[in-house]
């Protein structure tokens, strides 16, 4: 069954990068929903230790109840991993969940229907998959065909290079097929493939170069563990004025073109058809999204 994605209140904020918080640090929340972050994920799995995760639940509870719907950035919850031993608590947790979450990150995803036990613990079925483990890799595209509301996959390096027993590299030549099945499974339904976190803090360089690397493979925004990364990932993952410049002159000389009735048109030295045209909105559009 062909299934597109509803992105409903999402929609209307891009995510360019995605800002975990640990759920036991509530210190650090108001610092994390002011880094500038188009989303922030509050962090019941790796940041929290296996005997603080009901305090976790209790603290991020407490915080997300006193969040209304026209909060920003937007509010997501990474739970535990389906095969962890907190699984069904956090299932039963998000059923009396009270307060204001877009979505709901599901970590070490492998098979569609454990999306579709979460989303069923959802008043709108919207769950994000973290996709960082071989098996996850190679089901992903059948992973996005879950009965769920996904506006997003992750992808996650650490755990998956982990798996394989070997090192990340900032080249990523050992991610290549891993990123682009992500990435093409997310295209399947419109969905947007998040790229994974850059864990050395102390080089920005790199991350800016691991965020470019990112992006030419189709990445539509990036994972962050500190404040400091937001600015380099939003920048990297935003059009430049130089982008939605172009960007607007050829969407307006395709409008002339189809006044004059001509499909593909010349454009200083470039022909162009369609898809340059597509490529095109889509830049105005995470442009405007960005300046709203």
Known sequence: MERHYNPGAMAFQPLRSVLFVPGTRPDRFAKAFSSGADAVVLDLEDAVEAGRKAEARELVGKFVASLGPDTKPSVLVRINAPVSPWIDDDVDWIRGLHGFVDAIVLPKVEIAAAIDGVADATPDRRVIPLIETARGVLNVSEIVAAEAEIPAVLFGAEDLTAELGIPRTLQGDELLYARSAVVLAAATIEAEPIDAVWVDLANPDALRQD?????????????????????????????TPGEIAAARELVEANDRAREAGEGVFRFGDSMVDAPVIKRAKRILDLAGRTRS
């Not at 030419?216 to 990036?222: C, H, N, Q, V």
């Not at 400091?228 to 993952?237: A, S």
């Open 211 to 239: 965020a470019t690397r990112a992006k030419a493979l189709g990445f539509r925004g990036k994972m962050a563990i500190h404040p400091d990364q937001v600015g380099i990932i939003n920048e990297v993952f935003s059009p």
